[in-house]
Nanobody, 121 residues
Framework: QVQLVESGGGLVQAGGSLRLSCTAS????????MGWYRQAPGKQRELVAI???????NYADSVKGRFTSSGDNAKNTVYLQMNSLQPEDTAVYYC???????????????WGQGTQVTVSS
């Protein structure tokens, strides 16, 4: 199996910054893509940023210029640096990874447990 463990959420004032981390572990052969989604109360889960296997990073329009995602392939870890946070960024942030497992060599999607980010005005 594959586990994703997130850290770094919390409470911050508007204009502040937070850095999220997510590390994948377990039966990993390779990771095709890894990134972040978020879900605010009463809203659907949405993409925030994702790093593809080719190293391209896609961002949601709402976070471009404020959030930066990066990865450490050796550690199977992705980061999300969030600057200029606004109250509308308040959500549970979930890590997601598309992993080719050692057991089946098929690609599966795995999710972390989520970490709360709250931005006060």
């Amino acid at each position: 199996q594959v586990q994703l463990v997130e850290s770094g959420g919390g409470l911050v004032q508007a204009g502040g910054s937070l850095r999220l981390s997510c590390t994948a572990s377990g039966s990993i052969s390779s990771i095709d893509a890894m990134g972040w989604y978020r879900q605010a109360p009463g809203k659907q889960r949405e993409l925030v940023a994702i790093i593809t296997g080719g190293g391209r990073i896609n961002y949601a329009d709402s976070v471009k210029g404020r959030f930066t995602s990066s990865g450490d392939n050796a550690k199977n870890t992705v980061y999300l640096q969030m600057n200029s946070l606004q109250p509308e960024d308040t959500a549970v942030y979930y890590c997601n990874a598309h992993v080719k497992t050692t057991a089946s060599m098929l690609v599966f999607s795995f999710w972390g447990q989520g970490t709360q980010v709250t931005v006060s005005s």
